[in-house]
């Protein structure tokens, strides 16, 4: 039995019309990720939204240790855009920030609010403490979403976009910290903030979110009528699209188009090599 409520999910998850997204689940005997797939394959899923996706207000806020070996990026949500901007909310992500680098339960770990919320920032006060005294303060309802924090024996550059509704943390290796170098992580950080990649090289991309595009690439051409000998050509040069969007060596440099980042990185003659990124927008994902 498909539910109003099980429509409406899928229809606020991928932006289609309800009755398409009615005999998707029909189609799909109830299985939401199958429901999901039909709709992506016959291209009436509009967006690729989150069921629950928060929209709340806050900042992104990064914090890099003075060495650069440590840094961390969370996002901080209170209700109003006004309290977002006040120096006081700033000062407590400031604080929140200052904090999951130095704890020494936090090293390269990601994680919720609610993971940290016991930790002693200083003797009897703990985050939770924190937030709950600044709520007092501000009068608004503050919660600490997300954080992220990397340690490396290499770098990490940190960037917030704006008035910091997008951040991104980067740990990458290079001979020499010389401003060259700094342009040129620079560059690799707003790249990450517009272009939105989820993988740094194609070798990293997840087994699994991999076939999971391969199958639907497959009935995608399948039901435009593609012979089944040349499916798989088919199949291999959309892969190719997806890696351009979703890999960040494999994107267009936004700056220079005709490059890719792979080659960007290469031809700055610098060594930088990029390991790991976290990308963090207000409300998203």
Not at 67 to 95: H, W, Y
Not at 181 to 209: C, H
Not at 219 to 238: D, L, T, W, Y
Request: aromatic residues 6%.
């Amino acid at each position: 039995m498909i539910s109003a409520e099980m429509v409406k999910t899928l229809r606020e998850m991928t932006g289609a019309g309800m009755l398409e997204c009615k005999k998707a689940l029909e189609e799909a005997q109830g299985d939401m990720e199958k429901a999901k797939e039909i709709l992506r394959i016959r291209g009436l899923a509009k967006a690729d939204k989150k069921a629950g996706r928060e929209t709340k207000e806050g900042i992104i806020y990064a914090y890099v240790s003075e060495d650069r070996k440590r840094g961390v990026l969370i996002e901080l949500n209170c209700e109003t855009d006004f309290v977002a901007k006040n120096e006081q909310f700033s000062e407590l992500a400031l604080q929140i920030a200052k904090h999951i680098a130095t704890h020494p339960e936090n090293s390269n770990r990601t994680g919720t609010g609610e993971e940290v919320a016991s930790q002693k920032v200083h003797e009897g006060t703990t985050v939770e403490d924190l937030i709950k005294s600044a709520i007092a303060r501000i009068g608004e309802n503050i919660q600490l979403r997300r954080f992220v924090r990397f340690d490396t024996e290499g770098f990490v550059h940190a960037y917030v976009h704006g008035i910091g509704k997008v951040g991104v943390l980067l740990d990458y290796s290079a001979p020499s910290l010389e401003e060259k170098t700094l342009r040129v992580v620079q560059d690799v950080v707003l790249q990450i903030a517009a272009m939105k990649p989820e993988y740094v090289s194609v070798q990293s991309v997840d087994p699994e979110a991999l076939e999971k595009e391969k199958r639907i690439l497959t009935e995608q051409a399948r039901q435009e009528g593609k012979p089944e000998n040349i499916i798989e050509k088919v199949v291999e040069g959309r892969l190719k699209k997806f890696y351009q969007e979703k890999v960040l060596l494999e994107q267009a440099f936004i700056k220079e188009e005709k490059k890719t980042v792979e080659q960007y990185l290469r031809e700055s003659s610098t060594g930088v090599e990029v390991r790991r990124f976290a990308r963090f927008e207000v409300g998203g994902a």
